[in-house]
């Protein structure tokens, strides 16, 4: 089953904007982690967040993470149409198996 | 190439025949993951090994699913008298010992079932 639902579903931005998906989740974790997916290079591994952290960055990535809410954003700043990519959260509880959300479909327009 | 890596990328097969995939990970990678995901969803768990011990096998892991990891190197996913709902991307994933979060993904095994 899965721990979290992303929200939105679907996001289509211009080049440069900047794109916000949203992630909530049910039980307590020990990290959580973002991947992007796409046809040409299957699942990445973009960041972890671990849960005595609230903010970390890397490159144009942005996450956050609220554990009293169970909720995590993933920000994407100054977006490319390269970033095209499905995007799921995914959860780290007592072992380190990944529960994965249903993801958001990030469509970046030239 | 030293990602992880999948064989075969797709397979057709028709239901009730057996089917077998494997999976490479990444040479110095202790642990090794098989996920199952299907159209418009995230990733589900199935199984995964530190070395050649099965530690935790999914609920959807159905007395026909087994897999194995004989030497701690390459995994085999095997599915017995396969059924349409067995239709989906097989993923396998390999990482570091515990502690070593990320997980680095191969290219998946796409089953169709007929």
């Known amino acids: 089953s899965q721990q979290g639902e992303e929200d939105p579903q679907a996001l289509s931005i211009q080049e440069g904007e900047n794109a916000t998906m949203n992630c909530s989740y049910k039980?307590?974790?020990?990290?959580l982690q973002w991947y992007r997916q796409n046809s040409g290079r299957g699942l990445v591994h973009l960041i972890l967040i671990r849960s005595n952290e609230r903010e970390k960055h890397s490159g144009r990535l942005r996450v956050t993470l609220d554990t009293s809410k169970k909720s995590s954003s993933l920000l994407i700043t100054a977006s490319r149409a390269a970033d095209t990519a499905s995007y799921f959260c995914?959860?780290?509880?007592?072992?380190?198996?990944?529960?994965f959300g249903t993801g958001t479909r990030l469509q970046v327009f030239p | 190439d030293t990602g992880v890596s999948q064989d075969p990328r797709h397979k057709i097969t028709k239901r009730g025949q057996n089917v077998t995939f494997r999976c490479d990970p990444i040479s110095e990678h202790n642990r090794l993951y098989w996920y199952r995901q299907t159209l418009g969803q995230g990733p589900e768990f199935l199984t995964y090994f530190q070395n050649e011990a099965q530690l935790e096998k999914s609920r959807l892991l159905s007395d026909r699913f087994s897999a194995e990891r004989p030497k701690g190197s390459f995994s085999t996913l095997e599915i017995q008298r396969t059924e349409q709902g067995d239709s989906a991307m097989y993923l396998c994933?390999?990482?570091?010992?515990?502690?070593?979060?990320?997980?680095?993904f191969g290219p998946g095994t796409r089953l169709t079932v007929t």
């Open positions: 995914a959860t780290v509880l007592n072992t380190d198996k990944l529960i």
């Open positions: 994933a390999s990482s570091l010992d515990r502690g070593r979060y990320e997980q680095y």
């Open positions: 039980t307590s974790i020990n990290n």
